[in-house]
């Protein structure tokens, strides 16, 4: 069972369904869980690689979070948000764990100079053309860009907000800030109900 | 009351998993406990960065389904509430790849010091006077915004005299960012020029010197006015470097558009 393009370029409509789908894993569905890959896995590996940078790598997460979503979807709780937020901020925080310690952050550093060419980046982003992707676009373009820069930075390029601050030369106060205020403007841009 | 508010503002970098420590995240969560606003604060921050995250969406291999669904066949759930297991790493290992063996201690030692000497220019930098702070500050946000383009595409390549030429460059804002490592020192009297060669050969703009390598590494480079279907080449030249390149390039790299 495949979902359709149209479907996944509109997460809002999709939300049910995938709520859904997730409980329906927790009960041990494998045909859910493969509905959920085919939903998810792009947006996990797209993700996980913005953060980790090394395709490998970024393979070897994806397949840990992937399974640690079919394993531990007894856990994902409607009631405190959707399916896909809850998917994403596992594999999310995966991608940080992965960079965040001194040694890998600086490994990472290196990698970007000496991984050898890879295929894998000629391949267009086919879910990153959708609508949605267009309007998060619009959306981050809405921002300053201060906003814009922490927000990118912390997120996609999985830096701590005290890092960020070093990197941009600004006080720990001001980062906090522009990330929250940000995200305020993110969320009401993209008519996030929360 | 100014504490609280502090502690408020830890929202964001806290829905980005962008907290420093443990101890800080720990602190977070137990005012997380007490304020239903931060919660819902919270959950919707987090929502929209899954947005985020779907725009960075990228085909994944196609071989990874597979490897998934038959690590899913022969891994066991965790039923529901059971707590013990929440920090816990996934059960079954999947394969290491192998490619990763070899990113040893010793490149992650190299890689310190290489940071090492990146935070002191940076400091250097940051020393100067005020507009030369704003213009460093400038071009590291130009390098950052390109790094984090949507569009960017990193090619990296062997030159023909040997180390690593790193490119991140990205078609929308028609910039790109150089790295390189391991580019051999060169004789007294001869520099590394950068160049882009556009379609037709009198299209050849030089892009200036490249400076000394500190520690075999240089970069990161900020070059603007990338045109569509622009290449870019590095030469060997004498000193103070030529209009036009007089050899052929050591490297070659054509840069998506």
Known sequence: ?194 | MALRQDLHSLAGPYALDALDSGAEQDRFERHLNRCQNCISEVRGFRKTAARLSMAAARQPPPEMRDRVMAAVARTRQVPAGDDAARHARPAARLRPLPRLAMVGGALAVLAAVVLAIALVNTQHQLNQANHQLSQAQAQLHAITAVQTATDAKVINKRTSVGGIVSVTSSASKRQMVLRTAGLPPLAAGKVYQLWLIGHLPNKIRSEGLLAPAHNGRTGPVLISGVLAGDTFGVTIEPAGGTIQPTVTPIVGIPLPS
């Open chain 1, 1 to 194: 069972m495949r979902v359709s393009e149209g479907e996944s370029a509109r997460p809002e409509g999709g939300e049910q369904y995938l709520n859904d789908l997730l409980t329906r894993v927790a009960r041990g569905d494998q045909a859910a869980f493969e509905a959920v890959y085919d939903t998810l896995a792009g947006p996990v590996y797209g993700l996980i690689n913005r953060v980790v940078r090394d395709p490998a790598q970024s393979e070897e997460v994806s397949q840990e979070v992937l399974l640690e979503v079919w394993r531990t979807a007894a856990r994902f709780d409607p009631a405190k948000g959707t399916a896909a937020t809850w998917v994403m901020t596992i594999a999310h925080r995966r991608a940080v764990d992965r960079v965040r310690s001194a040694t890998a952050a600086a490994a990472r550093e290196v990698r970007s100079a000496e991984v050898p060419a890879n295929n894998s980046d000629e391949v267009a982003d086919t879910v990153a053309a959708s609508l949605d992707a267009e309007r998060v676009r619009r959306c981050l373009d809405g921002l300053t860009e201060p906003q814009r820069e922490s927000i990118t930075l912390a997120y996609y390029g999985g830096y701590s907000y005290r890092q960020v601050g070093e990197r941009l030369g600004v006080a720990l106060s001001t980062i906090k800030t522009r990330i929250r205020d940000g995200l305020i403007r993110m969320r009401d841009c993209l008519g996030v109900s929360w």
